[in-house]
């Protein structure tokens, strides 16, 4: 059997495809049921600040999206099919909140616990390795946090939900540390290699670990994780 040719450029099915005019109509019911709906659901979920979203509620949204929207506007997904997995849904994220307050080990099973990244301006190289977020995305946290360098901070966590909490020293006990200036920044500062000589005396940090030391001229750049050596942000 021969396939249905299609016309280029046909409007009618370039707007409503293969159904009647009159499915416009239904489309509009459908959103419009499913945004009240949405909005029911939105309030039995509780309150919780965007920039404090979890992982679980990330999975959360994605599940609601799909679910919500696209009975909108197919016609072979019924409204009933779907508000019955809205409502799984939500129940199953109220026992995960209720299970989250009474059990903490499972809350860190499920979402992670905080991380201590940073303490007394070294970086924990081991713990920033087993999250997601690299060494540049951090430092672009903590410059959106105005810090400069490193030696302002007393401790930082990086959180469940993937910000950073700064713990910042007294302006009169800050150090020279290392500038949150990312990898491909750091080439404005003549970063230095491990074992070259030093030829303006002055503090220096090493650039995968935080560590900050005075070095005089002519004495050599010790090793260090990364074996890269830039200029301290002085305090």
């Known amino acids: 059997m021969a396939e249905p040719s299609i016309e280029a450029f046909e409007i009618k099915r370039i707007l409503i495809a293969d159904a009647p005019w009159l499915f416009i109509l239904e489309v509009i019911v459908r959103t419009v049921f499913m945004f009240v709906f949405a909005l029911i659901i939105m309030r039995l979920l509780g309150r919780r600040a965007v920039d404090q979203l979890t992982p679980f509620d990330l999975l959360i949204i994605i599940a609601l999206g799909s679910s919500m929207g696209d009975p909108m506007f197919y016609p072979?997904?019924?409204?009933?099919?779907?508000?019955?997995?809205?409502?799984?849904?939500?129940?199953?994220?109220?026992?995960?909140?209720?299970?989250?307050?009474?059990?903490?080990?499972?809350?860190?099973?499920?979402?992670?616990?905080?991380?201590?990244?940073?303490?007394?301006?070294?970086?924990?190289?081991?713990?920033?390795?087993?999250?997601?977020?690299?060494?540049?995305?951090?430092?672009?946290?903590?410059?959106?946090?105005?810090?400069?360098?490193?030696?302002?901070?007393?401790?930082?966590?990086?959180?469940?939900?993937?910000?950073?909490?700064?713990?910042?020293?007294?302006?009169?006990?800050?150090?020279?540390?290392?500038p949150t200036l990312s990898q491909d920044m750091i080439w404005e500062l003549n970063p230095h290699k491990a074992y070259e000589k030093v030829e303006d005396p002055g503090f220096y940090s090493c650039y995968k670990t935080g560590e900050t030391i005075w070095l005089e001229k002519g004495s050599e750049f010790p090793g260090c994780e990364g074996n890269i050596w830039i200029s301290s942000e002085q305090a």
Do not use: M
């Open 76 to 178: 072979d997904v019924a409204i009933l099919w779907s508000a019955c997995a809205i409502a799984t849904v939500t129940v199953l994220y109220r026992v995960q909140t209720a299970l989250v307050n009474k059990f903490p080990k499972y809350e860190d099973f499920t979402q992670g616990s905080p991380a201590k990244i940073i303490s007394n301006g070294i970086l924990n190289s081991k713990v920033i390795g087993k999250h997601t977020p690299t060494q540049d995305e951090i430092f672009l946290l903590l410059r959106n946090q105005s810090i400069r360098s490193l030696g302002e901070i007393e401790t930082a966590y990086l959180e469940r939900d993937g910000s950073v909490s700064v713990f910042k020293l007294p302006a009169d006990k800050r150090n020279p540390g290392l």
